[in-house]
């Protein structure tokens, strides 16, 4: 698959178009929480927004809304409104009465030789108290406030991310693989005076010190302009500090030891609004400055819960494993909130997937008898690389799997589908973003035949619509490419961008809004930055984004981001990035840079540049090649034509150049580039 941009409009160039479908089996469709195909029928647009009735239903109410969608400030709209409830109280003391001693948390710690702890739901109300009293009482912490978790994949995230809800505190957890400095720019962005961290965890089977990036984020949050008061330190292993870094005076305290001062305390859950906010979680845009969206207690949790149920088909007796990191949206949706709410056991894993063999996944899933199974296509890709035959050598037995975060290639899809579900297990491929909440576009399992390539039709109560450039709906079938929409606001969605309700508009509303002045929901369809093709059996194919992100291994960057970032190296005038195709990855960051006069090109810049990038983002956002350039090809007006470095990169037709101010420029880089 591949994108060229001409001027404004977008054209995609589709490698695939495939028309295989593969059907769920008896054995399956027998057990399924839905096998209704009415069930679109029951969710169909006149029968919106009441519809959603049914997923709040499956919550835990201390008041019920009187408004199921408040539409007064559109498009900020509003879910169940008049609603009272609690996050942490649906997730945790809900089932306290069924099933206390039911495993809530599988951890499954990344050296083989610690045990895996499997943490009751009792015991996680435990510490989701324990954890809170210290908040409220050591931190003064109260609803409204914002706090910014910087945490690794150990229980002490869901437990901390709960502790939070309980008492209506906002939490903004930053990816631990997120360089420090990235995590104190969102600590200034959304105001938290107070993180929570770690002191270290495995990763490839080296103890990290991540105590190290906690103390940059707090310069970093501190030279912005943003105060620290408090870094609650969890430790890897209570009681035994891992790291080499000092603990500072006053500001620095070991949390487990916190905790234990708060033995057995309990903490009435809060009754929140459902229209406060339960979390922020921050994403790539088409400028530098990440998006913090804003998601809420009812609609958010009412959503993912439903989606849980019936789109991952989570029954109580399931063990469930989404292997991303709760550091994102996927993590946030479907390891804690809708597994929790279901009163699932859910899986966290800490480390890598193929640590320290290709085989471990499937070792994990034989221990701990996983039936259900969460992973992104740069992760099917990457065990497909290394242990392709891995999977027929251990005794699992999947029922459904789902692929997220980008598109998979029917290729890497069927073997996905033969060698990991062994033929048995459904796949679902869910298409959605950190600002719609939960799933959008993905078959039903037990209902819709699954076709690899194509994520699926709108999910029920979901009615997706592809727009070109000029607002015609492309037909399906038509074979077009546009921009997909979806037609009606979802309990899911994010509410705004945190302190930003101009950008939210202009971002997701304002290219197809009909009149700014409309509080009715038909004249504002959500754009989602995604090109797609609507095919005839209605199902949707993913071609990627239209904006300045770069979508690494299902991770969003922006562009701008990494190129400020370059930027922010010494003798650097200008940075461009653009996408390159990547066979694990599915795309990776190109850096073009010029040097200021007098500065000369050299290999140790190069190094240089990919280290500051890594630096002030994180690993992930590394660039794959350095070019240090003469000059950037440019418009006459000095704007910076990316899509002919993209071309260089891609070893594309670079089309017509005679435009540019400096033309002879191109051949220059791309003789340099390709050789
Ligand atoms: C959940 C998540 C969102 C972007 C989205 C799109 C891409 C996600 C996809 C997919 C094709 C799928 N994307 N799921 N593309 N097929 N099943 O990934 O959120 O990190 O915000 O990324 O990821 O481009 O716009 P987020």
């Known amino acids: 698959m591949s994108k060229q941009e001409h001027g404004s409009s977008t054209h995609y160039a589709v490698h695939w178009q495939e028309e295989q479908y593969y059907y769920p089996g008896p054995e399956f469709i027998g057990q399924a929480n839905c096998t209704d195909p009415e069930i679109y029928q029951r969710f169909s647009l006149d029968k919106f927004p009441e519809c959603y009735k049914e997923f709040a239903e499956l919550l835990h109410w201390d008041r019920y809304w009187h408004t199921t969608l408040d539409t007064s400030d559109a498009p900020f709209w509003k879910w169940f409104a008049g609603g009272r409830l609690n996050a942490s109280y649906n997730c945790v003391d809900r089932h306290l009465q069924k099933h206390k001693n039911k495993t809530a948390i599988h951890f499954v710690p990344e050296l083989e030789d610690e045990p895996i702890e499997h ?13 809170a009293a210290v908040l409220q009482e050591f931190c003064g912490l109260k609803a409204g406030d914002r706090v910014t978790l910087y945490l690794p994949m150990t229980p002490e995230l869901p437990v901390t991310m709960l502790a939070c809800a309980r008492l209506g505190i906002i939490h903004c957890q930053v990816f631990a693989g997120f360089s420090g400095k990235a995590c104190g720019d969102r600590m200034w962005d959304s ?16 103890l990290l010190n991540h105590k190290a990036n906690a103390d940059q984020a707090v310069q970093a949050a501190e030279s912005a302009g943003q105060k620290v008061s408090r870094v609650l330190v969890w430790r890897r292993f209570p009681g035994r500090y891992s790291s080499a870094e000092p603990m500072v005076e006053n500001r620095d305290y070991f949390l487990d030891e916190l905790v234990k001062q708060n033995k057995n305390a309990t903490i009435q859950p809060v009754s929140m609004p459902a229209e406060d906010i339960l979390f922020l979680m921050y994403t790539s845009g088409s400028t530098g400055r990440p998006k913090g969206c804003q998601h809420s207690i009812g609609g958010y949790l009412s959503y993912v819960t439903w989606m849980s149920k ?14 991303a990191d709760i550091g994102w949206i996927t993590g946030h949706s479907f390891i804690v909130y809708g597994p ?18 290709a085989g471990r996944c499937w070792r994990i899933a034989q221990e701990l008898d996983v039936n259900i ?23 699992y037995h999947f029922k459904h799997m789902t692929s997220v975060g980008e598109p998979i290639e029917p290729d890497v899809w069927r073997w996905y589908y033969e060698v990991v579900g062994k033929g048995r297990a459904v796949i679902v491929d869910t298409w959605w973003q950190t600002e719609t909440g939960g799933f959008l576009c993905s078959t039903m399992p037990a209902i819709d035949p699954m076709k690899p390539g194509s994520a699926g039709p709108g999910l029920p109560g979901i009615h997706p619509v592809v727009y070109d450039d000029e607002g015609n709906e492309l037909k399906p079938g038509e074979g077009k490419a546009g921009n997909l929409c979806i037609r009606n606001p979802w309990p899911g969605a994010f509410q705004s961008i945190w302190k930003d309700r101009e950008r939210y508009i202009k971002s997701y509303y304002g290219k197809y809004n009909r009149d700014p002045q409309s509080k009715d929901w038909r004249d504002w369809p959500y754009m989602a930055g995604d090109a797609a093709v609507l095919e005839s059996d209605g ?97 006459r007006s000095g704007k910076i034509m990316r899509r002919v470095l993209a071309s260089i990169s891609n070893r594309r037709d670079i089309g017509d150049v005679s435009t540019l101010a400096n033309p002879e420029i191109v051949e220059e880089i791309r003789q340099q580039v390709q050789g």
Not at 345 to 357: H, N
Not at 622 to 634: E, F, G, L, Q, S
């Open 191 to 206: 105001e938290s005076d107070i993180l929570i961290t770690m002191d270290a965890y495995y990763r490839g089977g080296r």
């Open 340 to 357: 929790l709410s279901l009163g699932a056991s859910t899986v966290i894993y800490e480390g890598v997937p193929t640590y320290p063999d």
């Open 119 to 131: 943490m009751t739901y009792q015991e996680l109300y435990r510490r989701v108290n324990e954890t």
């Open 539 to 635: 199902y949707v194919r993913i071609l990627g984004r239209i904006d300045d992100v770069i979508n690494v291994s299902g991770h969003r960057l922006g562009t701008k981001e990494i190129e400020s970032a370059a930027l922010s190296a010494e003798g650097v005038a200008e940075a461009a990035v653009v996408a390159m195709p990547d066979e694990i990855k599915g795309m990776v960051p190109d850096l073009y840079v010029s040097l200021k006069p007098g500065i000369d090109p050299s290999h140790e810049l190069e190094k240089k540049l990919i280290s500051t990038v890594a630096d002030v983002l994180g690993k992930i956002a590394r660039p794959a090649h350095v070019y240090i350039v003469p000059d950037m090809p440019k418009t």
């Open 373 to 395: 199974f969460h992973t992104s296509p740069t992760a099917v890709r990457a065990l497909r690389k290394v242990g392709g035959d891995e999977p027929a050598r251990y005794n």
């Open 310 to 323: 019936y789109v991952q088909d989570i029954h109580p007796e399931d063990v469930y494993w989404c292997m």
